[in-house]
């Protein structure tokens, strides 16, 4: 059964076409991997799905009777001055309204003007009644108790359940998004990158989730084994145009090289024989000319307009460009960093103690822990943004730090791209505009602000700055969040080449 169905639709925001003329369809019970490059238009697409956006005349999105559709965006939109609990509780607006109205109702009881009034007073009982037994059918008070059980489940620890969502991790922010997704259950889920932050834990928990998931979802996701573990379908938006292949991503990934090289092949024969008509035609159309003979200027027309007709093939793209990430370093000195029985506490929770580690010179050091046991903090401990309550830090004589932060939070949002590479770099804007096109930045994206970056355009310009740090010694706080499969692919060779 279809669900979801786009004919046709076509997306342009500001001065941008997103995707022209693109169809798709969502059946129910499929797991779609939906894929593309950074900036292709996926997480656009799924606010078009959702109504935030508003396609071009010409096109028809429809969606079956009564269907609910979740979404989570890549950055949910949070109140940092709930707690963990009430934010998740406070997911299902439903929950929340009939909540609302009890307390409400419940305090009107009180006022003399309602219980001296028989009237009124009857009518607020009813009421009260009438909001019981809706609040009891959506679970009432063992609601609270399925959030904490999903919260629990998704790797948040039971300590943070009470903390205020502005304390908080990247990662712990993300799971209290996903769980008050989770928990209203719609038909269809839209998931835009859901396991980004996550700890091993939670991305368990998550596949386990998807795979189980008796609705639809659809999740954009950079993590190749992931895509592995829970899909029935990818959807690739590429160029503006969706194609879906049947099969997890490393199905895809044969079947669209095999699909690519039949392309050329065609593609070339296709152009042999154009190139053929062309010469038959323009031999024909000289012919008539000089001989005055109408019979071969009409051979060349009938050839032309056969030629008008055929439907010619685009030449398929073998080898996209990739971003140019070279992290160049230098032999710095042979102890890099240590680490001297380091503790840390914030008030009255304990972060770790007696932390005590060398790191030498070529080491790639995965630093790993659930969500909240004080990765991040460690890491601006070691940057001297934090200092320890106890034991030493130090850093090698001959050590330069590039810092890449999990939540981009080094880069001046407010700025344009061009003048944080400008700035960064102490150098002219032509020079900064050649570093930015490495990185796959156009020359109106330059002009464009920061804060209007997608995630993955923000991570590719944060390694622009730790490139241009000159670092020998790199901190990077989940690296691959955000970056497409190509870019992490890129990363990846670029870290084995670091010196």
């Known amino acids: 059964m279809i669900q979801i169905q786009l004919a046709n639709i ?44 508003d396609a071009e005349q010409g096109g028809s999105l429809t969606r079956a009777r009564d269907l609910t559709v979740g979404y989570l965006a890549q950055t949910p939109e949070l109140d940092l001055s709930q ?54 059918a959506l679970g009432g008070d063992t609601y609270e108790a399925r959030v904490e059980e999903t919260l629990l489940g998704l790797g948040l620890p039971s300590r943070d359940l009470s903390k205020p969502l502005s304390t908080l991790s990247g990662g712990q922010k993300k799971l209290i998004g996903l769980a008050r997704l ?37 999740i954009v996701s950079h993590d190749r084994y992931l895509l592995d573990a829970v899909v029935t379908h990818i959807a690739e938006l590429e160029d503006g145009r969706m194609t879906v292949f049947e099969g997890d991503y490393s199905s895809y990934a044969l079947d669209k090289e095999m699909r690519l090289a039949r392309q050329a092949e065609l593609y070339k024969v296709q152009q042999k024989e154009i190139g053929r008509l062309e010469a038959m035609i323009k031999r024909f159309a000289i012919w008539g000319k000089v001989y005055d ?33 070279n992290l160049r370093g230098y032999r710095g000195s042979n102890k890099v960093l240590e680490l001297d029985d380091v503790k840390k506490t914030f008030g009255t929770h304990h972060v770790f103690s007696g ?10 050091v995965g630093l790993i822990g659930p969500n909240g046991a004080g990765k991040s903090v460690l890491i601006r401990m070691i940057l001297g943004e934090e200092m320890p309550d106890l034991g030493e830090i130090k850093l090698g004589p001959s050590v330069t730090v590039g810092y890449y932060a ?9 700025q344009t791209v061009l003048d944080v590479v400008r700035l960064t770099g102490n150098m002219s804007d032509s020079k900064a505009m050649a570093l930015l096109s490495k990185y796959l930045f156009t020359y109106e994206q330059a002009q464009g602000l ?50």
């Open 10 to 53: 076509s997306l342009v925001l500001g001065a941008t076409h997103i995707f022209d003329n693109l169809s798709w369809e969502i059946q129910h019970g499929q797991k779609i991997g939906l894929i593309g490059a950074n900036g292709a238009g996926k997480s656009s697409l799924y606010k078009l799905i959702v109504g935030e956006y």
């Open 83 to 136: 707690t963990a609990l009430e934010s998740a509780v406070d997911g299902n607006p439903r929950v929340a309204r009939v909540r609302s109205e009890l307390v409400r109702v419940e305090k009107s009881l009180g006022d003399p003007e309602v219980y001296g009034n028989d009237r009124r007073l009857g009518r607020a009982i009813d009421k009260q009644q009438h909001l019981i037994e809706e609040y009891d």
């Open 182 to 218: 989770l928990l209203l259950h719609p038909d269809v889920l839209l998931l835009d990158e859901p396991d980004n932050h996550l700890d091993l834990p939670g991305k368990i928990y998550l596949e386990k989730f998807i795979r189980d998931y008796d609705g639809t979802v659809v």
């Open 293 to 325: 003979n109408e019979k071969f200027a009409k051979k060349a027309k009938t050839m032309q307009k056969r030629l008008d007709k055929m439907d010619k093939m685009d030449k398929p793209v073998i080898e996209r460009r990739k971003m140019d990430l």
């Open 355 to 364: 932390l005590n580690e060398t790191i030498w010179h070529g080491e790639r």
């Open 406 to 414: 999990q939540e981009h939070e080094t880069l001046d949002f407010e």
């Open 450 to 499: 920061v804060k209007n970056l997608s995630g993955g355009e923000r991570s590719r310009l944060q390694l622009a700055l730790v490139v241009l740090s000159g670092a020998n010694f790199l901190l990077l706080d989940e690296p691959t969040n955000n970056l497409d499969i190509a870019a992490a692919q890129v990363l990846e060779a670029a870290l084995e080449d670091f010196e």
